[in-house]
């Protein structure tokens, strides 16, 4: 920190320091959001699980099944760690004085907000599935479900902790859309392969 001292004229005056560009200020560290705790980033990806696990009870065969229960914790956690250091790089390059922590607390907190719906929608998808057998719609639609909960509350945060909204934030949540979609058929298309 640099410190400015002014002339005086009778007195001394108070020493004014001035944070060098690019350094955390104090205003900044406010607004940095918790980190989750590993404890509810499991309950987060448990709540995938289960979500998966409720769909895939009507997948034909226990090899399809056990494909379609792995669709969303794959699709979305996967997405997430391949992802993931983009956007913090993406943070420290183009935004050096937010906090390091800003963009890895907003994926937890996507995660955790994934894992909430996913657990959610849960009962409702297994309702569906044993009574229409529409195991597919109901796993596509309750993954699109997931994962727009999660960009949406990363989004938020991110807003919220920087006070604005970056583009490239959005440029990595198509990325991580394409990823997460990649993984997702990847996975997925052994389920199918299996199915009659």
Known sequence: MTQTLSPTHGGPQPIVTVPPPGRQTE?????VPQVPS????LLAVGGLALFGACTALGAPGFTAATHAAL???AGLVGAMVLTGPALVAGHLFLRPNIATEVPVAALGLGLGAAGSV???IAP?????VATTGLWLSVLSLGFALTGLACAAVTLQ??????????????????????VSIRLTIAVGSA???VAP
């Open 27 to 31: 205003a900044n560290l406010l607004n």
């Open 191 to 193: 389920a199918l392969e």
């Open 38 to 41: 590993v404890s509810s980033s």
């Open 71 to 73: 669709v969303p914790v």
């Open 118 to 120: 996913a657990a959610g």
């Open 157 to 178: 945060a991110l807003a919220h902790a920087t006070g604005e909204r970056p583009g490239f934030v959005f440029v990595w949540v198509f990325l991580a859309a394409l």
């Open 124 to 128: 409702l998808a297994l309702f569906l």
